[in-house]
């Protein structure tokens, strides 16, 4: 029959064995082999850093307890615990199984012991961390942390929730509960916003355990050529700078995107452009005939484009070009036949309407009106009428404003007028 003794017995069994006999050695009884060992309890469950009290005895073949019989406390698994020669059991690390054993002479009990860990006290990074996807995408790469106490051990039912600190998107799911290897997944669809996001786990309960996982979202594929110039008129012969930027779906610049400008009339003085990394392409435009142009811009090898439709002025005088009337024959004190005329250019060629155009007598005492001619719209003056004077060379100017060299017409007097 197994007898099994409280546990005050077992104290003061101990309690007498220390205390000793005062009769000698020789007339003390001879101390029962031991047959079975007892120890209390036959299982353990403790968190790591944890310790607890065993309780034994040593039995002898009656059943009863031997008293002052010799008992040994030995760690079967000393990685994962200790035990003192008066048995006390400690957790010293890792969690795992372990066992120690009672000894008594040929006698020996085991106790069975479970360690697992202690409190949360690291939070870390397992996977997923520093990714790099597409805007408002899923990451390749599940985001996935460990949660451990304070000596590595996995902690088991932590609660970790997710939470987007930065960029927007989509976290799912956003609270979960840690496994038995003490690590939590979850998946991060990115927010609209190109640049640097941020996704923030935290240890419900454990404030000071958090940890910040950024990922770096990149532009979609371009979607748009939008216009940033608002352009209807200009004026010839001067540079205008047009400016467009490629975005994609969520509006985010599109960097290095190749595009195509075109003119229907002037020059572009750069055809081809990647855009910057702020999305941006520019060109200048300097336009050439009056009357309407069209620039485009368009995405190479797609359908995008962005065009303005721009009405062209002449530009200010820059030149005088002789019509009719620049060398003829004529009487003296007469008229002459053939009226002057002359158009006003701008630097690149068109007509310029309403400049005013000034007739002066410069040689052979002639007359004329002193009042400005305007130009008409297609940039046309004829001098009023030239009165001729009586002898020599007869030269009439016509002068614009701030142009420095007038034109001049001249006409020849017959020799028996001279």
């Known amino acids: 029959m197994i007898v ?4 005050l017995l077992l104290f003061m069994t101990a309690s007498l064995a220390a205390c000793g006999d005062p009769r000698p ?41 031997i008293g002052g019989a010799e008992l040994q406390y030995q760690s079967l698994s000393p990685g994962v615990v200790t035990v003192t020669a008066s048995g006390m059991v400690t957790a010293v690390g890792p969690s795992g199984d372990a066992q120690v054993a009672v000894t008594s002479g040929s006698a020996r009990a ?23 996807g597409m805007v408002a995408e899923l990451l390749a790469e599940p985001v996935e942390v460990l949660v451990s106490d304070g000596r590595g051990n996995p902690v088991r039912g932590a609660v970790v929730d997710f939470e ?5 998107g989509q976290v799912d799911p956003a609270r979960l509960v840690s496994d038995a290897a003490g690590s939590v997944r979850t998946l991060w669809t990115l927010g609209p916003r190109a640049g640097r996001q941020l996704l923030t786990a935290r240890v419900e309960g454990v404030p000071e355990l958090s940890l910040a996982i950024p990922a770096l979202a990149k532009a979609g594929p371009a979607s748009a050529v939008n216009s940033m110039v608002n352009l209807s008129q200009a004026t010839a012969g001067v540079e205008t700078e047009l400016r467009v930027q490629v975005t994609d779906a969520q509006k985010n610049p599109v960097a290095g995107a190749d595009l195509l400008w075109t003119t229907s009339s002037g020059q572009l003085l750069n055809t081809v452009a990647k855009s910057s990394s702020d999305g941006l392409s520019v060109a200048r435009w300097k336009p050439a005939s009056a009357g309407s142009s069209e620039i485009s811009v368009a995405l190479a090898g797609t359908s995008l484009r962005t065009s303005w439709l721009v009405g062209v002025t002449p530009g200010p005088p820059a030149k005088i070009v002789a019509l009719v009337g620049q060398e003829q024959k004529g009487r003296a004190r007469s008229a002459v036949r053939t009226a002057p005329s002359l158009r006003v250019e701008d630097s690149q060629g068109n007509p310029v309407a309403n400049a005013p155009v000034h007739f002066r007598v410069a040689q052979g005492g002639g007359s004329i009106s002193s009042d400005p001619v305007l ?31 007038p034109l001049s017409f001249s006409v020849e007097l017959p020799a028996s007028n001279k």
């Open 375 to 405: 130009t008409t719209s297609e940039g046309i003056a004829t001098a009023p009428r030239w009165s001729l004077g009586a002898s020599g060379p007869q030269v009439l100017e016509a002068l614009v404003a701030d142009l420095p060299t």
């Open 25 to 65: 050695a020789s007339e003390l009884p001879a101390v029962p082999s031991t047959e079975r060992v007892i120890v209390q309890p036959l299982s353990l469950q403790l968190r790591a850093g944890q310790s607890r009290q065993l309780l034994a005895q040593a039995n002898g073949p009656a059943g009863n307890a």
């Open 4 to 7: 099994f003794w409280p546990r």
């Open 110 to 132: 085991l106790t069975n012991i479970s360690v697992s860990a202690s409190d949360p006290e690291r939070l870390a990074p397992k996977a997923g961390m520093d990714q790099q």
């Open 164 to 168: 987007l600190t930065s960029g927007g």
